[in-house]
T-cell receptor, first 113, second 113 residues
Framework: DQQVKQNSPSLSVQEGRISILNCDYT??????FLWYKKYPAEGPTFLIS?????DKNEDGRFTVFLNKSAKHLSLHIVPSQPGDSAVYFC????????????FGTGTSLTVIP | KAGVTQTPRYLIKTRGQQVTLSCSPI?????VSWYQQTPGQGLQFLFE???????NKGNFPGRFSGRQFSNSRSEMNVSTLELGDSALYLC????????????FGEGSRLTVL
């Protein structure tokens, strides 16, 4: 039962343009969300988080949007850079239950120079 | 500050054997979580330990077990290995609350022959 879904396995974007990665979840009890980036042979690296009390969080080139009614979040990267090429995972949890996060299957982003 | 350290990085076992993986969290972090990553499945939550107690458990058979020591270091054990246990096992540490990021190690790559 995949409670967090990333329906696009891959995405290609030109350097300098916007990358939009999407994530859907099914459990309405999720109230805390994370995005991670992962390079091959490395552990995931934290990018940005958002709590359900917000609908937007920004950190430099990265912005996460949360639509609670649609149970949907998205990560925007502007402008995209070749070094952003990696696999991106979204993760969700119910903050009252500790650190049990449900991860999506990932989206492989390729930024073309 | 040293990151999350996992050992061994790579190991090969045969079916029926058992394996123990080790994780040293970031100093001061009291929560340690374990995830299994397989192709196409994303990261699947195994369990979380907090102050030596298992706080959460994912949907894995009893062959998968873990523990946490008083210094917050954690081990996970898989007994009676099956081919399907071949995966990257990731450990993540966190200060402890349910609204903080997870800091991942580089993982232990297990191959079962």
């Amino acid at each position: 039962d995949q409670q967090v879904k990333q329906n696009s396995p891959s995405l290609s974007v030109q350097e300098g343009r916007i990358s939009i990665l999407n994530c859907d979840y099914t459990n309405s009890m999720f109230d805390y969300f994370l995005w991670y980036k992962k390079y091959p042979a490395e552990g995931p690296t934290f990018l940005i988080s958002i709590s359900s009390i917000k609908d937007k969080n920004e950190d430099g080139r990265f912005t996460v949007f949360l639509n609670k009614s649609a149970k949907h979040l998205s990560l925007h990267i502007v402008p995209s850079q070749p070094g952003d090429s990696a696999v991106y995972f979204c993760a969700a949890s119910n903050s009252n239950t500790g650190n049990q996060f449900y991860f999506g299957t990932g989206t492989s982003l390729t930024v073309i120079p | 500050k040293a990151g999350v350290t996992q050992t061994p990085r790579y190991l090969i076992k045969t079916r029926g054997q058992q394996v123990t993986l080790s994780c040293s969290p970031i100093s001061g972090h009291r929560s340690v979580s374990w995830y299994q990553q397989t192709p196409g499945q994303g990261l699947q939550f195994l369990f979380e330990y907090f102050s030596e107690t298992q706080r959460n458990k994912g949907n894995f058979p009893g062959r998968f077990s873990g523990r946490q020591f008083s210094n917050s270091r954690s081990e996970m054990n898989v007994s009676t290995l099956e081919l399907g246990d071949s995966a990257l096992y990731l450990c993540a540490s966190s200060p402890g609350s349910g609204t903080g990021e997870l800091f991942f190690g580089e993982g232990s790559r297990l191959t079962v022959l």
